[in-house]
């Protein structure tokens, strides 16, 4: 109840909570003497410490041992104020440690003593009036000098110990001197303290006795015990463990007794011992015993290695303990909800905030006029009219004006301020306070984050939905949102007027520091409500003006008018803190302040804040000093003290080499002294479980920065080696790599072993993803947090992307321990300073998917999985290595996970990327490669260049002086990289990368009307060259030899070449004979390019500077553009046409077509392969250059020209500026287009029906020659319309509207198996058969096909039906098929010759669709189970467009007539079960009906939904819970069904069916009311209710075990539900509705039906719960289909033994088995217990012994004619005669000898092959035997 009460406190913004939350900490202080301990110490740090750490690491605690003389070179008792301050360190390590905060090593050694830092005016005099009496010499001028008399607030007198200068940690110099004078100083307390001893023990004194012991004789090891005895939380339970360590055989005792002060320390040390013992309870203490050796420990000894090994076992054990205790005794709240504990953490660390800036100011606003005013405001607010509705309250002032504290202060005052009033008799209100303090946090850091935060804690404390199930973090959304809480809070005090509503205040500081980001709606802060209730009140700060913030126009109006804004010009706490500490410094003596910068009275803050850093330099050294304020400085939301120390305490050194403060390296002891002197500067508060350490005040930290950081290069060097902090593991890799060959050469082949192992590990364990993971590393909150940012200010692009923003395990950490909207906001800061299609392309997937992983963060791997895997196949970039992690996390996960297997999704990425606005319209543009930043000229500017960064949309740099007429060209110079040396190349340098710019361009060249050309260096952005040898206007430049020569040319006529060197020029072409507009070079810097206005273009060698060629076209010459891969010319000329030729030859290749404007820009792609231009009209015109035709126009400059065009590297982006707009298109060619790369509707008629046709007549060829022959494997290109799985689960079959049957293999990885072509009309329906073997389509064409699977080829063609054919349905037998038209005509026919069997008319047309959605033309949405056939065959069951559906008779073995059944409402769904027994009918009318097949008898109604019900499906087996209700009467309907339900043919509570109940089956129902339930079909019982989509179901499909369902939903989502507990167990969204899906028996896969999609999603789930249940492939149909087959006269007929048709293990004893001897049925018992499928027989077949088929059987086509020769000899058992001959040419074998004969059902046609035909194909087949060496035999016919 503790906890819950202090998250409701935390939750409604009391700042008088009795609990806050505590970091996960385990601090623990080492105390010890120096010398004598040293290898425990070493151990506690080097071992015990790690070891813990990942012990503890999954529970996200840190472990810290603090050990004081680590790294110090002199003794730390020298200094008395150090000692105080480690004494301060041990409180902090009882504040925040859990279980164990102090470990006290006690040794041999008891002193030595430290001097007191300070003392009582009376003890000092008390002091030197003992060393008087005592005759001590100097006694009193040593303790007047170094013990200086000071008077606290308080009038109390003391005395502080003077601080020595120069400090000890400075030089051993200083430490040496000092010592001295310590030890004298020591000796004076020591003697004077005895004297007083005794003296009180005369006195009986013992409390003073006491005392003084402790102060002037215990050691600075007791005096740490009892420090930390006094402020153990316990006595029975201290958290303290003391290690007391004993030698055995020690040392021999000297001769003489050793001297008086020995004697007495022996004693003391005794004395320690004992009150250890007397003091701590037995399970803290630990008593070790080590063998004596001269030197004391030395771990290479055998004795002592075991001492230490006992020494951290005792240790740890005793510390695990311990640290486990106090987790169970306070435990956290991390069980409670995720939404929840996050905004809890959060709302803690703002009002934890709070608390510090009232300390802070001390109550300095109270009474002042602003609080006053603000007090009288938010009162008259609160207490108006409810239909009185108030603007929020904006306090504007400088830095340093005292916002914070003023926030602060209203959020404290206001529970007073709103208290109610005694003369009226309501009760008291409830104050709900939210207190955010703007970018002080990571989540408080960018608009989004805070306003997604800010809406969570309103739903919690207005007792609604914290996260909608419609929840998405859009910007949109949120803001939404936001406005429907503040009306929620408002209706609330509308509806109960008599009682007091909760007065929400909220509370914003520092709306200036929130982070914009691109998703931002309209402006950045457009979420702040203008007009508020009265019970809601908002009072926001700000350093800027409202019109300098993000807001819109009508924000700025409301929070600038005056009662809104407020002004602060009084009370400033910064500039009293800086008061403070400067006094302090002076005060104590801890400077010299004389020294300093004389501080004016009414100096700024920012000269306070210098006065005070050069104090700490003055008081320290300024290296030291220096270092640790710039990594505050740099840091962004602050470090730990364990980051601090491993960036400035190297562990790399000597023993003896001890880390000092003039070389900025701090210890554990100087790190403790400096943070306690700044404390005034400084702040420490809990962040995600961490006590981070950051400067008091943004300004302080500002003005550090300028001081210590004043270049760009040292701020990127720090901020890389923050980032170094944070990424150990990649730089240790890094390490490795630069290892001796040898050592490389050893781990290659250790890899490569390891790797053989995983790849026969990976084969004995098969999984769908066979992925692995990159090298890890281990993400924290602090990775999330801090380290990405110091990669982006490193300018570390490559690393940013490996490690964070482009690494999966970065973002799922950032999922998990954030929020996708915080990754969301980390992807746009970091786009906002990259341009990179990595980066756009994850930014992009997390964007789509945003909406998703709100509400289920676990899909992250399953979104970027089918988002990005069609970008990263085949690939080994980062988006590649991100998908195999992704794929490597999701085959480690344990739970039920789904797992898209096949790619459906395009590229996540818009066709525009981003844009932005310029101060005015641009002249010309040109990019960087990469495209990061570009150069434009303006037209305010025309005669200066400006260099602008493209990702965040800056002006960086003008370059000055300019030209002094405006610039008509430019051109930037690529870097020539230089060879690669890879000896040169360190890769753990610290120091950052080189600037982008500069490593990617080299020079900037401009010209101008001036006639001159500029040469800028753009690695110092200084002029270069300037070039005056033109006397004309320069139209044009480039660079030439490796950025050697300029190339210009002018109006002039003139092609001038000028070294770039030496500034001189190289040649002057005189040639053209007008202007010359162009001049480019080619990519190998051997051709030279020129084109003028006399409509020539010269083509000149550079390396002679002969002309090679001359084209000459027909107008002037525009532009020209040279290809990447120096094969094409493209020119612009004047008449808007764009000439392409030959660069080689100048021959003309073609025009290219569709430019309607004239060129103003043109640049061709990386690919060689297109070119965009720009154009006068606003657009940018794309053109494949190979087709000559235009491929894609973009609009973003609809009313100035496009004036320039760039891509960039890769053709990744497309950079264009027209008017004042830049925009960012994404070039790669299939970018930017829809799902589907052909469109709907454009297939033609002739195409999708003509049944007359060109297309019908192949078929009909196809038919006469028995050649349908298998097409290429190749996806579907249009709509898919159908989709079936195979029973066994391995294969699906998809239909489409191109006409396409596409087979497919999903068992492992998905893929084609085959595309079967034929249909000339749109697929409408597919099926496979039972066993397998072959698969049925029926299409719009009114034909049905059934092809077979093991070669691909057609088998045989029914026709007969004269409307589209809406389904087919292959019998338990495989022999044959049914289909049904849109006419309601119903069919069965014989699979293998096509013969119709029976013919049903007058049946009703088919069900349509229960949720019509829109699909491609001439398709109809039809439900897949509109025909069904029962698993004897006897009936077939069909539905219709109305309330009715039919039972249809097959066999006419009684006479029976047909049985029609229905509901009020239209039908929408039907489904047999799984024996064929019931039928279950799902209505408009909200029920489900259960109907006995044979008699149509109503056997039970299911009642639950309140919309249509959609879809339903059956278990196979019953679940083990489901057993039979004996106590229900059989036959009647359950008890309660309420009486409005129409029944029919029976009535409630009437015998509805024989006395048989049905089977206890597991039913599953969708309905548009987004719901689904379980069902009891035996009791009519609903078992659980399924609730998670959020729009209705369109489909459902139950495991064969019953343990889960599948279930599809317009949401465009998947979900599997675990069917027995009612929860959902994983989803998947798919991006699209889904119209249907089938599955695996266990669910292992999944295919998808998609609305509009060409592709075949397939899903896996991962660790599925149910058990595969292997369905049979054959039953023994009711009547031989000769008895069903029609009268009719026989003919010749060819051999009909179809190899695609198997036989059965019953069916094979039924003809054979009394033929087979008994030896033989012992041979073959084994393998008949499968089907003879090709797969399954060929391996039975060839362990026949003596059969050599085995070794020759290679491929399917031999595999068949082997079986078949098989059946052969089996059916010539069965004739009693000798194997017939066959013909074995497999390119001549048929699947079904069907295919060569005449259709039986197809009149017109010829009966069977020609005889020469025949003749021709048998000798062809014995050839073709006899080059294979299969023996033939003689040619024989069987009929089946």
């Not at 003391?158 to 020595?164: A, D, E, G």
């Not at 072409?1069 to 990519?1083: E, Q």
Request: charged share 20%; proline share 7%; net charge negative.
């Amino acid at each position: 109840m503790e906890v819950e009460e202090m998250l409701q406190e935390v939750l409604r913004g009391s700042l008088k909570a009795s609990r806050w939350p505590a970091p996960r900490v385990v601090k623990i202080f080492v105390a010890s003497t120096r010398n004598d301990l040293a290898e425990e110490r070493r151990q506690l740090l080097e071992v015990i410490g790690p070891e813990l750490q990942a012990e503890y690491e999954h529970t996200g605690i840190e472990v810290e041992f603090v050990d004081m003389h680590y790294g110090v070179g002199y003794d730390i008792t020298l200094d008395g104020q150090l000692f105080a301050d480690h004494l301060n360190e041990i409180s902090e390590c009882r504040r925040y440690s859990k279980g164990c905060f102090f470990i006290c090593l006690v040794g041999d050694e008891y002193l030595p003593r430290p001097l007191p830092a300070k003392l009582l005016s009376s003890d000092v005099a008390a002091m030197k009036e003992a060393a008087k009496e005592l005759n001590i010499s100097d006694a009193e001028e040593l303790l007047s000098a170094w013990y200086i008399p000071l008077e606290a607030e308080d009038g109390s007198k003391y005395h502080t110990l003077r601080r020595p200068k120069p400090n000890p940690e400075v030089s051993d110099e200083a430490a040496t001197e000092w010592t001295a004078t310590k030890e004298s100083i020591e000796n004076i307390l020591v003697s004077g303290a005895k004297h007083l001893i005794e003296k009180a023990d005369q006195r009986q004194d013992v409390k003073a006795a006491n005392q003084l012991r402790h102060t002037f004789l215990h050691s600075a090891v007791e005096q740490q015990f009892s420090h930390a005895i006094s402020i153990s939380p316990s006595a029975t339970k201290p958290a303290i463990l003391a290690v007391v360590r004993d030698f055995e055989n020690g040392p021999p005792s000297p001769a003489e007794e050793p001297n008086s002060l020995q004697k007495a320390n022996r004693a003391l040390l005794k004395s320690f011992r004992d009150r250890i013992g007397a003091t701590l309870p037995s399970e803290n203490r630990l008593y070790l015993t080590a063998k004596w050796k001269s030197g004391g420990i030395d771990p290479e000894s055998e004795e002592h290695e075991m001492y230490l090994y006992r020494f951290r076992c005792s240790l740890k054990e005793h510390l695990r303990v311990m640290i486990s205790k106090a987790l169970d005794e306070d435990p956290d709240m991390k069980g409670r909800n995720k939404t929840i504990m996050e905004v809890f953490e959060e709302a803690a660390c703002h009002l934890a905030m709070s608390r510090e800036h009232l300390k802070e100011c001390n109550g300095r606003w109270a009474g002042t006029p602003e609080l006053e005013q603000l007090k009288a405001t938010l009162v008259g607010a609160a207490n108006a009219a409810p239909t009185i509705r108030h603007a929020p309250i904006l306090l504007h002032g400088p830095p340093g004006s005292g916002k914070s504290s003023l926030l602060s202060s209203i959020a404290q005052s206001a529970e007073e301020w709103f208290a109610s009033d005694e003369s009226t008799p309501q009760p008291h209100r409830q104050l709900l306070r939210v207190v955010r303090f703007c970018g002080a946090t990571p989540r408080s850091a960018y608009s989004l984050e805070v306003l997604r935060l800010l809406c969570q804690h309103l739903a919690i404390l207005l007792h609604t939905e914290f996260l909608p199930k419609d929840a998405s973090f859009d910007p949109l959304y949120l803001n939404t949102w936001f406005q429907s809480l503040v009306r929620r809070a408002e209706t609330a005090a509308q509806t109960q007027p008599q009682w007091p509503p909760p007065l929400l205040l909220i509370l914003l500081d520092d709306l200036h520091g929130l982070q914009p980001t691109e998703s931002d709606i309209v402006a950045a802060l457009s979420w702040l409500p203008v007009s508020l209730p009265p019970n809601v009140l908002l009072v926001a700060t700000s350093a800027l003006h409202p019109d300098a913030l993000k807001l819109t126009p009508l924000q700025k109006e409301r929070l600038g008018a005056p009662e809104s804004l407020f002004q602060l010009t009084g009370c400033a706490p910064l500039r009293t803190r800086l008061l403070s500490f400067l006094s302090l410094i002076k005060i104590k003596k801890l400077g010299d302040l004389e020294e300093n910068e004389e501080v004016e009275e009414g100096a700024s803050l920012e000269k306070l804040s210098l006065a005070c850093l050069h104090a700490m330099e003055q008081l320290v050294c300024r290296p030291a000093i220096a270092r640790l304020a710039s990594l505050l400085s740099a840091t962004q939301f602050g470090l730990t003290e364990t980051e601090i120390l491993e960036l400035t305490m190297p562990t790399n050194r000597g023993e003896d080499d001890p880390l000092r403060l003039a070389n900025a390296n701090f210890t554990f002891s100087s790190l403790c002294s400096v943070r306690r002197t700044m404390n005034l500067l400084l702040k420490e508060r809990v962040q995600s479980g961490r006590i981070v350490i950051g400067w008091r005040h943004q300004l302080i930290s500002e003005v550090s920065a300028r001081r210590y950081l004043a270049t760009p290069e040292s701020q990127k060097s720090l901020h890389a080696e923050l980032a170094a902090l944070f990424f150990q593991e990649d730089d240790d890799e890094d390490d490795d790599e630069d290892g001796d060959d040898d050592e490389d050469a050893e781990e290659e082949k250790k890899e490569r072993k390891d790797q053989e192992e995983g790849d026969e590990e990976g084969k004995r364990k098969e999984t769908p993803f066979q992925a692995t993971a990159a090298p890890d590393v281990t993400y924290s909150t602090r990775h999330v947090e801090e380290s990405w940012i110091h990669l982006l200010k490193a300018d570390d692009a490559d690393r940013l992307k490996k490690l964070t923003v482009c690494n999966f395990d970065f973002l799922l950490a950032t999922v998990q321990t954030a929020s996708i909207s915080y990754l969301r906001c980390v992807l746009e800061h970091a786009r906002c300073h990259h341009l990179d299609r990595h980066l756009e392309l994850v930014y992009g997937a997390v964007r789509k998917s945003s909406d998703v992983l709100s509400r289920d963060p676990l899909q992250l791997a399953s979104q970027i999985i089918c988002w990005l895997r069609p970008v990263a196949e085949g690939s080994g970039d980062l988006v590649g290595a991100m998908i195999m992690s992704a794929m490597a996390w999701c085959d480690g996960y344990s739970e039920p996970l789904l797992v898209p297997l096949t790619a459906w999704l395009q590229p996540p990425l818009p066709l525009q990327i981003k844009g932005f606005q310029m101060p005015s319209p641009v002249r010309l543009m040109e990019a960087t490669p990469s495209g990061q930043n570009i150069v434009i000229i303006s037209w305010a500017s025309p005669n200066e260049p400006q260099l602008w960064s493209t990702p965040s949309g800056t002006l960086i740099h003008s370059f000055r002086p300019g030209h002094s007429g405006p610039i008509v060209c430019l051109s930037l110079c690529p870097v020539v990289q230089p060879p690669a040396n890879p000896e040169s190349s360190d890769a753990n340098a610290p120091s950052p990368p080189t600037s982008s710019l500069s490593s990617e361009s080299q020079y900037l060249i401009t010209g101008s009307e001036d006639t001159s050309v500029m040469v800028w260096d753009l690695s110092t952005m200084r002029l270069k060259l300037r070039i005056m040898e033109h006397i004309a206007p320069v139209l044009c430049v480039t660079s030439a030899l490796g950025n050697t020569v300029v190339a210009s040319g002018g109006e002039d006529s003139r092609v001038i070449l000028t070294s770039l060197v030496t500034g001189e020029v190289i040649m002057r072409i005189d040639h053209h004979r007008g202007p010359v507009t162009a001049v480019a070079v080619n990519s190998s810097d051997d051709v030279l390019v020129s084109g003028s206005s006399d409509s020539t273009i010269c083509i000149w060698s550079l390396d002679d500077f002969v002309l090679l060629n001359t084209i000459q076209l027909q107008s002037p010459i525009a532009r020209v553009c040279i290809s990447p891969n120096s094969s094409f010319l493209l020119a612009a000329t004047d008449q808007h046409r764009l000439c392409l030729r030959s660069l080689a030859t100048g021959s003309q290749i073609h025009y290219l077509k569709g430019l309607k404007a004239d060129v103003c820009s043109m640049s061709i792609a990386q690919d060689s392969q297109r070119a965009a231009v720009g154009s006068s009209d606003g657009r940018v015109y794309v053109f494949d250059m190979l087709g000559g035709c235009l491929s894609r126009t973009l609009s973003s400059h609809p009313a100035a020209p496009v004036t320039g065009v760039s891509p960039t590297a890769h053709d990744d982006f497309l950079l264009s500026a027209g008017g004042n707009k830049i925009s960012v298109w994404s070039f790669r060619p299939r970018d930017g287009l829809p799902n589907m790369g052909t469109p709907l509707g454009v297939f033609s008629a002739a195409a999708r029906g003509g049944l007359g046709g060109v297309a019908a007549d192949t078929e009909n060829q196809n038919a006469r020659t028995g050649k349908a022959a298998m097409a290429a494997q190749r996806p579907h290109d249009a709509p898919i319309t159908c989709v079936d799985i195979s029973r066994d689960g391995t294969m699906a079959v998809t239909g489409s509207v191109d006409c396409l049957v596409n087979v497919w293999s999903v068992r492992t990885t998905p893929e084609v198996h085959c595309t079967l072509e034929g249909h000339t009309a749109p697929v409408s329906v597919v099926a496979f058969a039972p066993s397998g073997l072959f698969a049925v389509s029926g299409s719009e064409d009114r034909t049905a096909r059934v092809w077979g699977l093991t070669l691909g080829l057609l088998v045989s063609c029914f026709r007969g039906h004269g409307s589209t054919i809406t389904s087919v349905a292959v019998m338990m037998d495989s022999r044959r098929v049914a289909t049904s038209d849109r006419s309601g005509v119903l069919m069965v026919w014989a699979a293998d010759s096509g013969a119709l069997l029976l013919s049903l008319t007058g049946m009703v047309p088919g069900v349509t669709s229960p949720n019509p959605v829109s699909s491609a033309p001439g398709v109809t949405n039809v439900p897949k189970l509109q025909l069904a056939v029962t698993s004897d065959m006897r009936y077939a069951v069909s539905g219709s467009g109305d309330n009715s559906l039919r039972i249809s008779r097959l066999t006419k073995e009684k006479e029976e007539r047909d049985v029609t059944v229905s509901h009020s409402e239209e039908i929408t769904c039907f489904v047999l079960t799984a024996d064929s027994r019931h039928v279950i009918t799902g209505s408009k009318d909200s029920s489900l009906k259960v109907w006995q097949v044979a008699g149509g008898k109503l056997a039970q109604v299911l009642v639950g939904h309140s919309d249509h019900v959609t879809c339903v499906a059956v278990s196979i087996q019953p679940p083990p819970s489901l057993v039979p209700d004996s106590s229900r009467p059989p036959g009647l309907l359950p008890r309660g069904l309420p009486t409005n339900i129409p029944v029919a043919p029976a009535t409630i509570g009437e015998k509805v069916a024989p006395p048989e109940a049905p089977p206890p089956v597991l039913v599953v129902s969708g309905a548009r009311d987004a719901s689904l339930i379980v069902w009891d079909m035996a009791t009519g019982a609903d078992l659980r209710t399924l609730s998670g989509h959020l729009a209705f179901i369109t489909c459902v499909a139950v495991a064969a075990d019953g343990t889960i369902a599948v279930s599809g939903s317009e949401d465009k989502s998947v979900m599997v539900w675990d069917t027995r507990r009612g929860l959902p167990l994983s989803s998947l969204s798919m991006h699209a509705p889904i119209l249907g899906l089938c599955m695996s028996t266990d669910a292992a896969r999944i295919v998808l039906h998609l609305q509009d999609c060409a592709a075949v999603p397939v899903a896996c789930l991962h660790n599925t719960p149910a058990t595969y249940v292997k369905l049979p492939a054959y039953v023994q149909p009711a009547k031989e289909i000769e008895d069903l087959r029609p009268s009719a006269p026989k003919r010749p007929m060819r051999r009909l033994l179809k190899k695609e048709v198997s036989l059965d293990t019953y069916t094979w004893q039924k003809k054979y088995g009394h033929l087979t001897s008994s030896a033989m049925v012992a041979a073959v018992e084994e393998r008949l217990k499968r089907r003879f499928s090709v797969s399954a027989s060929m391996e039975e077949i060839s362990k026949i012994p003596g059969s050599t088929m085995g070794s020759q059987i290679c491929g399917p086509e031999q595999a068949a004619l082997a079986q078949s020769q098989h059946f052969e000899h089996l059916q010539a058992l069965w004739n009693k005669r000798s194997p017939p001959r066959r013909r074995q040419n497999p390119s001549l074998s048929k699947q079904n000898s069907c295919s060569s004969r005449r259709d039986s059902a197809d009149p017109g046609e010829d009966d069977g092959m020609e005889e020469e035909d025949e003749e021709e194909a048998e000798e062809e087949s014995e050839k073709n035997n006899k080059r294979q060496g299969i023996p033939t035999g003689p040619s024989d016919r069987v009929y089946v």
